[in-house]
């Protein structure tokens, strides 16, 4: 069988199951003249030298390779190292603080670290504050986002195209600080006009800017993720049928989805991490927020606004540093998590 | 060949920038018949078949003149290109299999369409993939990636999934370079049943296969219609062109 089909380089005979039954004139003769094809010898192109690398070629790779696995393995570093001396400022309160217990500091709401007769350390009103506004920002600026980076990618024409992409990423541009002025003063203003709330810095406002700050980011790694999506699928699902929303939601959502988490967690991760617009709109009030006109406070916030005051080696000091641990646990339970659904979703 | 005409090509000139690939090709394609379309690489066979169910219009420098009509329509001044697509039936010669599960390959045209019903989705994605010889190979993880698929079972996914919209005109381009010779056959026994219900255009690098399955073949050549005709007549000692016995015994091409 492999004889024959080697025998002859004619393309009718690749398809040679039809011989048999098509009885053509090829199948008749290839079956009667039938001779097996002389063997080449397995080193048959003697002639000619391979060419060969030189020395300097391969000294140059092992450098070059040398250099990728360094790089690879000091991003772990890094992120040990950070983790490393950010807990050993913390560990002697950790392990020995007059006034710290572990289990106030994470589930007290009570934070008063300058009290002169009765210090308290409990984080858990702060912890909260990073939740909610993050979660109220997420919840803003996900749909936002994604339907953001869905009309640039799939919908708007070339020129609406790039005016948006750079409009979005000046947007990604703007200072912090200078989105914290607009919650201050704009956004705080509306808000009050609006709502009738009794102050505008709060939960919302903090949310809005955030949201606000997340969606560039957003938009501009999820249409990446969108764009890597290989126009084949695109051109399988419309010379189906497919309308082009029905493109999105059944072809490319599906197809782009790791990367758009990673888009909506680079989004969270900005919300997390944000310091200086939520210590300006949410209005710093250690409080655990019953609904979003309540001020709150966030982690972030309050370590930038509380380190400056606290006395280098203090037991105040040193919980502002332990703040930073928590944070840093946090956001690596987020991400594990994200991962984890995202291998979830693989093995399926 | 009393048959009414499904599709009507006048004078279609097709141009990728400023390369022409189709050269005023005219002909028609009668109801229930297989036309077999061969001619060697860059002849337009491929370009001819996205023109049918504007599918060209992905390509951003296309420019197309003259006129398709589909059952009397011209495609290009159809309202609902997505209705047109689903009686247009595509297989295309790289399998491209949507990054989904085998059955919600085959399940994406009737569910677009607006078929909702589990029970009657069911039974069509089996019938599918029964009509392109692979429900016996996947029957069991039918919820796995169809990206997982070997080569040869992508291709026979996109058949099914071509099937599963229940076309009216059904192209296949080159619809068997990565299958086996006899799932080929069984194939190709599928499409001779399917003659009944559907107008099938077959386009092929294996004259055999247009010989063995079309009831005409046209000839293409640069861009050029060089002759169609009964595929006993191309295929005999005395086509009317030169070019054609040339072609379809291996002297050039």
Redesign the interface.
Known sequence: MTGREGQSE???H??????G??S?R?AAGGGAGWKPAPQDSPRGQGEGKRPRRSGWARAGERVIEGVIRTSGVSAVLFVLAIFFFVFREAAPVLFGGEHFKLLPFLFSVEWYPTSASNVRYGTLALTVGTFSVTALAMVLAVPFGLGAAVFVSEFCGPRLKETLKVVIELLAAIPSVVWGFIGLTVMSRLIVHFTGAPVGVNLLNGGIILALMSVPIIVSIGEDALKAVP?????????????RW?LVY??LL??ARNGLLAAVLLGVGRAVGETMAVLMATGHAVNLPLGVFDSVRTLTANVAAELGEAPAGSDHYRVLFLTGVLLFSLTFVVNLVADLVIRGWRRK | MNAPVRIEVRDLRLAYGTREALHGVSFDVHAHEILGIIGPAQAGKTSLLRCLNRTIDFTADARMTGSVKVDGVDVRQVKDVFGLRRKIGMVAPLPVGLPLSIYDNVAFAPRCAGLRRRDELEALVERCLRQAALWDEVKDRLHTLGTRLSGGQQQRLTIARALSHQPEILCLDEFSIAIDPVTTMRIEEVLKELRRTVTILLVTNLTQQARRLADRTLFLWKGELVELDRTEVIFSEHPRERRTYEYVNGMVG
């Open positions: 004619h393309p009718n690749r398809a040679a199951g039809g011989e039954v098509a053509g090829e126009d084949s699928y695109r051109e399988a699902g419309l010379a189906l049928g497919a309308t029905q059944r072809v599906p197809a």
